[in-house]
């Protein structure tokens, strides 16, 4: 299945002639998840081609304006357009006032169904085959940082060996595809008779940390991201602003990652007072050389992780 990640922008506090402000995009099982909606976001969708119909749901970290003031214009659209999906919306505290007012601002009355969720720590979201979860941030306001995990494949199915049994196609196979033994007949079948644990797969996983101070406190949720997507507004030249500010360095970040043992990072979220960013990707590579620029248009597909063992059965 595609994971696509769209960097729609990777400015901070304001956009700038080449950099609109960040939101990023997730494009996962036919869904597309939002995390942050800055000004601007929807000509960066249009521009990436990533479809509003499919528009499932908003993740705000905070509240801040550089994340969250393309709401009413995309609500405003939404509209317009006689959407007639329901349209998740999750943020912290006072989310459900913030909605009202984007709405207010907009002057629309959407046709559409909106439902706001007040973010608590833990699991946000569960799909089939995934979840998305929130853990909290360090910034001078209730900020979040999400990750999105796909689920582990424990193993995979031999059909032939199921059929050598004897077991008939159907709800029996289900059953032991996930795990649980059945009964045919006058036998018992083990899971492991028809399983090859050699083939499971760990699932992908992306996190995506938005306006912080880097912290020990949630390098367990980033732990082994395939992708880490974090802040880093500024270049360690600049450390007394980061700390005055409540942001991160590209150096910090990077030093962040690698004792998450992430395998990619993406900085993003750069103050307008860099024009070129050479210096916080050097920085940043000079103790994590899978550091890279989340860039505004920037789209990257995540592959599948290899086959290998996820459990010791
Ligand atoms: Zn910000
Ligand atoms: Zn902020």
């Known amino acids: 299945m595609e994971l696509k990640i769209f960097f729609l922008g990777s400015g901070c506090s304001a956009p700038t002639k080449a950099r609109n402000l960040t939101s990023i995009a997730m494009q996962y099982s036919g869904k597309v998840f939002l995390f942050d909606c800055a000004e601007g976001t929807q000509q960066q969708m249009m521009r990436a081609n990533v479809s509003y119909m499919k528009l499932d ?3 705000f970290s905070h509240f801040h304006a550089d994340h969250f003031l393309g709401l009413p214009g995309l609500l405003a659209t939404m509209t317009m357009y006689e959407r007639d999906m329901p349209l998740n919306i999750y943020g912290p505290k006072s989310v459900e006032k913030k909605v009202a007012l984007a709405i207010e601002i907009a002057g629309i009355m959407p ?3 909106i439902n706001t969720f007040e973010i608590k720590k833990g699991f946000l979201l569960r799909g089939d085959n ?3 979860s929130a853990f909290p941030l360090k910034h001078n306001t ?3 940082g999400f990750t999105f995990k796909e ?6 199915f031999v059909k032939e060996k199921a059929i050598a049994l004897g077991i008939p196609e159907g709800p029996l196979f289900a059953k032991l595809q996930h795990g649980e033994a059945v009964k045919f007949g006058s036998k018992t079948i083990k899971p492991e008779e028809v399983l090859d644990y050699s083939k499971g797969r760990r699932g992908r996983k992306v996190s995506i940390v938005l306006d ?4 020990e406190s949630y390098i367990e949720n980033i732990a082994a991201s ?3 997507i974090h802040e880093s507004v500024f ?3 600049d450390m007394d602003r980061a700390l005055d500010t409540a942001h991160s360095t590209a150096l910090e970040v990077a030093e962040l990652a690698n004792k998450a043992k992430c395998k990619k990072l993406y900085l993003t979220h750069f103050s307008t007072r860099y024009e070129k960013l050479d210096a916080l990707l050097k920085e940043a590579r000079e103790v994590f050389p899978e550091t890279h620029i989340g860039k505004d248009l920037l789209i990257v597909n995540l592959p599948l992780n290899p086959k290998e063992r996820v459990v010791d059965n």
């Open 130 to 132: 995934f979840t998305i």
């Open 142 to 144: 209730s900020c979040y």
């Open 57 to 59: 749901s908003i993740f």
């Open 212 to 215: 912080t101070r880097p912290h």
């Open 151 to 156: 689920n582990d494949k424990i193993a995979e």
């Open 235 to 237: 270049a360690s030249i």
């Open 226 to 228: 395939d992708i880490l």
């Open 111 to 113: 046709c559409f169904k």
